[in-house]
């Protein structure tokens, strides 16, 4: 079959004649007219063209599905949110505890890794009886699924997935395990020898020392000295072996509450069953105790755009092109914010959403002029939120000896963004692509129940705080109040640079 | 006590544990009233086959938010010749970067933008396509509300995608360096060379997406030529799984693609080759710091669904959950690790006993015609690679001749059914599995899945070791190490530098040619 046969028959033999009547005329010469009628010498025959098939119709997008997740406060003090969907017969279970970077200080910094990883090492069942790890892991394979803890800037989370079926066993595996940990000495000290190899790890590792560094620059309070998200997500070595296994067990006491818990269940959910499960949980008793955190909103001063990048130097390699990378941090106000939405607008416009402003001006092209070489090979914004307080980090990976020329283009586009609004086509764009990467980013059990536990912990419980009000809320942003979030906010920055050794 | 036991226990122990807690909770809710969702609920599953062959195939589940589009092809290894293999691979690529109504058009700076998988990343869509023996598919993930978007974009990608020798040429080039690295993987091309010894002539012999080398020879004719003879209505099936109304979707399929060819497809007949191929060897040297060594068992195709789901068992039995067989005879059988700690890290002073090796894997893809069950060991390059072997054959040998314990195959029942779920759980997931066994039989197979592990006994799995686990009719790979003095390999990237490339360079080993436990 030739090339052209999915084109419809008319356009085909047009081609066909078109191509046979050109070749001849291109050498000179009259078609053959062996057996045809040859045409009249004054018909001039248009330039042939190939027909166009008609184009695929555009298409309207639906009308954006209605979400429901029902969020109730129980009697307890707990927050039960519910996603239901009955796509397979799974649920997932996320239970956050608020226990977050601005509950630590120099002197505990690392407490809450160091806890959660011990919390993992063992259980104590209602018999009194404790079950190990790997009870656990295969108790929960029992039921389908698996369990496991995450540790976050605002948060510690228990989760779960597995089958619908057994939710109720499933759900009181991850609440022992949340609630009642073994914390034997041995489980703490196990813990804490591996969380120093692993801080012995992080000081070789330069992108988590660079991360680091940005944030230890943002997170001052007004004396000059890290707080909250500025302490090392993973302690110190001074912070992590002062650590009694008694101050644990009490920081577990204080914090495994059910007034601090946000649960979140997704998938084929029986609600009745989970609520009267987490409704049952003892709200537990107040601790009081002079090595616990205060639970006060940290002071956060912003930084001082006088203040030199700060330089983290890479080992050397052997790549050809010595690759530095630029890392500019904007200090953002807190996620339950009415500005928040703008703000994530913003940071899409400027470097997330394929072909940003950021990708545009920078990429593929050359800086500078006569330079024919690409000078920048990545650059790209990145939004984190949290409960006090947030960052927009811009950053850029180049040449090292184009750094300067990478800064000045990055800066001139945050000034960009301050002196004017987008164009409607450009937050339009804008506002599709959020809404669209939201839902996907969602497309799992897990990431959707630790997404919908999430929003609330950091918010509040306030229904208009739910995750899925989001998408909502970003479509109700318009270019002014962009440009507004920018003028405010990307003032003072701090920098951080991963520098070739030499 | 063997593992199960304890697992057994435990779990006992959880259900009087819930029974004591609910016991004190008056009339407390339970689950006796609870119907968990079926995994492919028929009345959500629609099948409308449109005038010109083409399948469209909705399964619809509100709550997600988000919907999944998967356009599988007929087109994949077994439909190709040694002339143009790779080329289904390329096609889908081709697809994705530009087609008739999603150009690819360059700007300043000579960037090339636009394309099929750009306009969809715009509005937030996961791109994905993959090519397997049986078949290509292009995939979109994406919010519910942009489902027309999807079908647009990717029946676009499919029918109309750019073949000009530019785009072609782009193409070959993305392809061509994917398949590079997978040849100078030492996992990956032991896999691919198992395929090429297990056989003789069957299609199954060439690599999923071609090799690095075919990939370059495709011309845009090739392509071109190609896409009209496979890409067409009979050999296609359009999955819409999610967040969606099936009368709307079925709508847009029909929009979409009604103007697929309608061309009746290929009907070259393809012989399976059922039986195993008598014992071969071979070996290489790849620059990896363990000894993987691969053996490649014949087995069964789709057409005999009993020992597909019976083969599935048996895997499940060997590799699945901490409780799998061969996980204790190969990685040692006492761990107590944290849940994130990976196997054999475990040394805290106490002796420390070498486990026969470092890792292994089971692998079995379903594939239309017989295939190959494969099973990677990797050991320490120091360590002799025989003993765990042996210890595998064993463990084939004690299947072949008891089948599994009413303890064992409950569990890898269970284990099975959990990872089927697992796997479903997502509209993607659910996506795959449909359009995976509409490609090799009928989708059919998905939704009777589950029904089909309930009715496999011990016996089963017992018949399906002792047709295709033979002791003298298998293929053995044996990826060694490269020497610690590593010889300059000419055109290699330079060692260590981000992005390097490791070379494989085929160095045959003195390996005995026939495998050293068989009895005499």
């Known amino acids: 079959m030739s090339p052209c046969a999915h084109q419809k028959q008319p356009v085909a033999k047009l081609c066909a004649v078109g191509l046979g009547l050109g070749y001849f005329m291109s050498l000179g010469m009259a078609a053959p007219a062996a057996n045809k009628p040859t045409l009249p010498p004054k018909v001039q025959l248009p330039a042939v063209k190939p027909t166009p098939k008609p184009a695929l119709p555009y298409v309207a997008a639906l009308p954006r599905p209605v979400l429901e997740a029902p969020m109730v406060k129980l009697s307890n003090g707990a927050v039960l949110i519910l996603r239901t969907d009955r796509?397979?017969?799974?649920?997932?279970?996320?239970?956050?505890?608020?226990?977050?970077?601005?509950?630590?200080?120099?002197?505990?910094?690392?407490?809450?890794?160091?806890?959660?990883?011990?919390?993992?090492?063992?259980s104590l069942g209602s018999d009194g009886k404790a079950h190990e790890s790997r009870d656990v892991r295969r108790a929960a394979e029992a039921l389908g699924g698996t369990v496991g803890a995450t540790v976050g800037d605002d948060q510690i989370e228990f989760w779960a997935v597995g089958n619908s079926a057994t939710q109720d066993k499933l759900l009181d595996l991850v609440l022992q395990m949340a609630l009642h940990p073994r914390l034997s000495d041995a489980d703490i000290e196990t813990t804490r020898e591996r969380l120093l190899a692993r801080l012995d790890v992080e000081t070789n590792d330069v992108p988590t020392q660079a991360v680091n560094a940005l944030r230890n620059q943002l997170y001052r309070n007004p004396e000059g000295e890290p707080v909250a998200y500025g302490l090392p997500s993973n302690g110190l070595e001074s912070s992590i072996k002062s650590l009694a296994p008694a101050q644990l067990r009490r920081l577990h006491a204080a914090f495994f509450r059910s007034d601090k818990l946000v649960a979140a269940i997704t998938g084929d959910v029986y609600g009745p069953v989970v609520k009267a499960r987490l409704e049952d949980i003892e709200k537990g008793v107040e601790v009081n105790s002079d090595d616990l955190p205060l639970g006060l909103p940290p002071q956060i001063a912003p930084p001082s755009n006088e203040r030199p990048p700060l330089v983290v130097k890479q080992y050397p390699s052997n790549a050809q092109v010595p690759i530095a990378w630029l890392f500019a941090g904007y200090p953002l106000p807190a996620i339950s914010s009415d500005e928040a939405p703008a703000l994530r607008v913003l940071c899409v416009i400027l470097g997330e959403m394929p072909r940003s402003r950021l990708e545009r001006r920078l990429m593929g092209v050359p800086l500078i002029p006569e330079d024919n070489e690409v000078m920048v090979f990545q650059a790209a914004t990145q939004w984190t939120a949290r409960r006090w307080a947030g960052e927009l980090v811009v950053f850029a990976q180049t040449r090292s000896g184009d750094i300067e020329g990478a800064k000045n283009a990055l800066l001139d586009e945050v000034a960009k963004m301050r002196d004017g609004?987008?164009?409607?086509?450009?937050?339009?764009?804008?506002?599709?692509?959020?809404?669209?990467?939201?839902?996907?980013?969602?497309?799992?059990?897990r990431e959707r129940a630790f997404?919908?536990?999430?929003?609330?912990?950091?918010?509040?419980?306030?229904?208009?705080f739910s995750d899925v009000e989001w998408t909502a809320r970003i479509a109700k942003v318009d270019a002014e109040d962009v440009r507004r979030v920018a003028g405010k906010y990307l003032k003072n920055y701090a920098m951080t640079l991963i520098m070739p050794e030499d | 006590m063997r593992p199960f036991s304890r697992v057994s226990l435990f779990g006992c122990s959880l259900i009087l544990l819930s029974a004591t807690m609910a016991s004190s909770r008056a009339a407390a809710p339970d689950m006796a009233s609870f119907k968990p969702a079926p995994l492919f609920d028929k009345t959500n599953l629609k099948v409308k086959p449109l005038p010109n062959g083409l399948r469209g195939i909705v399964r619809t589940a509100t709550g997600s938010g988000v919907v999944c589009v998967q356009v599988w092809v007929k087109a994949g290894a077994r439909y190709e010749s040694e002339n143009n293999s790779g080329v289904s691979r390329l096609l889908a690529e081709a697809g994705l970067n530009g087609s008739k109504n999603y150009p690819r058009r360059a700007e300043a700076g000579g960037t090339l933008r636009g394309g099929v998988r750009e306009s969809l990343e715009t509005i937030g869509g996961d791109v994905k396509t993959f090519t397997s023996r049986d078949a290509t598919f292009l995939s979109v993930t994406i919010a519910a509300q942009y489902l027309p978007q999807a079908l647009r974009a990717l029946s676009d990608a499919v029918l109309r995608p750019d073949l000009s020798n530019e785009s072609v040429a782009e193409a070959r080039q993305d392809v061509a360096g994917e398949q590079s690295r997978r040849e100078n993987d030492a996992l990956d091309s032991s896999l691919d060379i198992a395929y090429r010894l297990a056989?003789?002539?069957?299609?199954?012999?060439?690599?999923?997406?071609?090799?690095?080398?075919?990939?370059?020879?495709?011309?845009?004719?090739?392509?071109?030529?190609?896409?009209?003879?496979?890409?067409?209505?009979?050999?296609?099936?359009?999955?819409?799984?999610?967040?969606?109304?099936?009368?709307?979707?079925?709508?847009?399929?029909?929009?979409?693609?009604?103007?697929?060819?309608?061309?009746?497809?290929?009907?070259?007949?393809?012989?399976?080759e059922s039986a195993p191929p008598p014992f071969k060897s071979l070996a290489r040297r790849f620059a990896s710091r363990n000894k993987v060594v691969t053996l490649g068992f014949r087995s069964p195709g789709i057409a005999n669904p009993t020992e597909v789901v019976a083969t599935d068992i048996l895997l499940s039995h060997w590799k699945e959950g901490e409780a799998a067989q061969l996980r204790s005879v190969l990685l040692g059988a006492s761990r107590d690790e944290d849940l994130d700690e990976k196997p054999n890290e475990k040394d805290n002073g106490a002796t420390k006993v070498e486990a026969p090796a470092l890792g292994f894997d089971v692998d079995y893809l379903t594939q239309r015609d017989p295939g190959l069950l494969t099973v990677t060991l990797v050991v320490n390059p120091e360590a002799r690679s025989g003993d765990a072997i042996g210890l595998v054959m064993d463990e084939i040998e004690k299947v072949q001749r008891e089948g599994l314990s009413g303890e064992a195959l409950a569990r890898a029942k269970q284990s099975l059914t959990r990872q089927y779920i697992e796997q479903s759980d997502t509209v993607s997931g659910q996506a795959g599995a449909l359009g995976f066994y509409d490609m090799i039989g009928d989708y059919n197979f998905a939704v009777e899945y589950l029904d089909r592990i309930?009715?496999?006994?011990?016996?089963?799995?017992?018949?399906?070791?002792?047709?295709?686990?033979?002791?003298?009719?298998?293929?053995?790979?044996?990826?060694?190490?490269?020497?610690?003095?590593?010889?300059?390999?000419?055109?290699?990237?330079?060692e260590g530098g981000s992005g390097s490339i490791t070379a494989s360079i085929p160095v045959p080993l003195k390996v005995p040619l026939r495998a050293p436990w068989l009895k005499p």
Do not use: C
């Open chain 1, 87 to 122: 796509l397979a017969p799974r649920v997932a279970i996320s239970l956050v505890f608020k226990a977050g970077a601005s509950d630590e200080d120099t002197k505990n910094a690392g407490w809450r890794r160091l806890l959660a990883d011990a919390m993992l090492r063992g």
């Open chain 1, 421 to 445: 609004a987008p164009t409607q086509p450009e937050l339009e764009r804008a506002k599709n692509y959020l809404s669209g990467a939201w839902a996907t980013e969602r497309e799992g059990l």
């Open chain 1, 451 to 464: 997404q919908t536990a999430l929003a609330p912990a950091l918010s509040g419980a306030d229904p208009k």
């Open chain 2, 199 to 272: 056989f003789e002539k069957h299609p199954y012999r060439k690599p999923a997406g071609g090799t690095a080398h075919s990939i370059e020879t495709v011309t845009a004719a090739l392509a071109r030529s190609f896409h009209q003879t496979h890409f067409i209505g009979p050999n296609i099936s359009v999955v819409v799984v999610g967040d969606a109304q099936v009368d709307v979707a079925n709508k847009l399929i029909t929009e979409f693609f009604a103007d697929a060819l309608t061309a009746v497809p290929d009907k070259t007949n393809i012989s399976p």
């Open chain 2, 454 to 494: 309930g009715h496999i006994t011990s016996d089963d799995v017992k018949r399906v070791a002792q047709k295709y686990l033979s002791r003298t009719a298998y293929v053995q790979v044996v990826a060694e190490p490269l020497p610690a003095a590593r010889p300059k390999i000419p055109g290699t990237p330079l």
